[in-house]
């Protein structure tokens, strides 16, 4: 799993709350990204992280915020949670080089906006 | 913009068949990415293809890169029920990595 847990796992919350779901490695990693999940839609890519507070915006940003203060923590914040956002979130890692490069993904977090 | 389609987005199966799954992408990529998904589970890496005329091999799957028709194949070679999954490809361009829709494959015993 390359070291990479997110916290919550899963969350239920009412709309017009502020939300912030978690991203941890633990090997250093340079790359990090946020995605969602949603039927039909496979991964789309929300924000991603190439270095400590260099952040750029993925093909869904509009809602998100992310910040990145530690190379090991990756935070993802819905300002103001919509019912649209309601979605399983998944972060990921980018490990190597070359034809070794990959990613690596954690185990997600369920969000639910009533 | 890049864009990343896949299909079949769903193909059920008989045991035994082969079959291949299609990636295409609308811009020049640095790399391109297979994964397979379980239901409720988290993503696993497959394969990562560098340069055209890659080929990778693992089991039963087999993918490929065509970097000029900005063509990826997942090819399944006599299918079997555990191979019964969600595959995504995914293209990195400018450290941008963008998934396509996925193909729900569904393999019948």
Redesign the interface.
Same mark, same amino acid.
């Given at each position: 799993d390359a070291g990479i847990t997110q916290s919550p796992r899963h969350k239920v919350t009412e709309t017009g709350t502020p939300v912030t779901l978690r991203c941890h490695q633990t090997e250093n990693h340079r790359y990090m990204y946020w995605y969602r999940q949603d039927p039909g839609h496979g991964l789309r890519l929300i924000h991603y992280s190439y270095g400590v507070k260099d952040t750029d915006k993925g093909e869904v940003s509009d809602g998100y915020s992310v910040s990145r203060s530690k190379t090991e923590d990756f935070l993802l914040t819905l300002e103001s949670a919509t019912s649209s956002q309601t979605s399983v979130y998944f972060c990921a890692i980018r490990a190597g080089t070359g034809e070794d490069n990959e990613q690596f993904f954690g185990p997600g977090t369920r969000l639910t906006v009533l | 913009e890049l864009k990343v389609e896949?299909n079949p987005l769903f193909l059920s199966m008989q045991e035994g068949k082969n079959y291949t799954i299609y990636c295409n992408y609308s811009t020049t990529s640095d790399?391109l990415?297979w994964?397979r998904q379980d239901p409720g589970k988290?993503?696993e890496?497959l394969f990562?293809?560098?340069s055209n005329g890659?080929v990778k091999q693992e089991g039963r799957l087999m993918a490929s890169l065509d970097t000029k028709a900005r063509l990826s194949t997942l090819h399944i070679t006599a299918a079997v029920h555990d191979l019964s999954a969600t595959y995504?490809c995914?293209v +990195?361009r400018d +450290?941008?990595?963008?998934?396509?829709?996925?193909t729900r494959l569904h393999i019948l015993p």
């Amino acid at each position: 799993d390359a070291g990479i847990t997110q916290s919550p796992r899963h969350k239920v919350t009412e709309t017009g709350t502020p939300v912030t779901l978690r991203c941890h490695q633990t090997e250093n990693h340079r790359y990090m990204y946020w995605y969602r999940q949603d039927p039909g839609h496979g991964l789309r890519l929300i924000h991603y992280s190439y270095g400590v507070k260099d952040t750029d915006k993925g093909e869904v940003s509009d809602g998100y915020s992310v910040s990145r203060s530690k190379t090991e923590d990756f935070l993802l914040t819905l300002e103001s949670a919509t019912s649209s956002q309601t979605s399983v979130y998944f972060c990921a890692i980018r490990a190597g080089t070359g034809e070794d490069n990959e990613q690596f993904f954690g185990p997600g977090t369920r969000l639910t906006v009533l | 913009e890049l864009k990343v389609e896949q299909n079949p987005l769903f193909l059920s199966m008989q045991e035994g068949k082969n079959y291949t799954i299609y990636c295409n992408y609308s811009t020049t990529s640095d790399r391109l990415y297979w994964y397979r998904q379980d239901p409720g589970k988290s993503l696993e890496s497959l394969f990562v293809l560098l340069s055209n005329g890659a080929v990778k091999q693992e089991g039963r799957l087999m993918a490929s890169l065509d970097t000029k028709a900005r063509l990826s194949t997942l090819h399944i070679t006599a299918a079997v029920h555990d191979l019964s999954a969600t595959y995504f490809c995914a293209v +990195d361009r400018d +450290d941008k990595i963008i998934f396509g829709k996925g193909t729900r494959l569904h393999i019948l015993p």
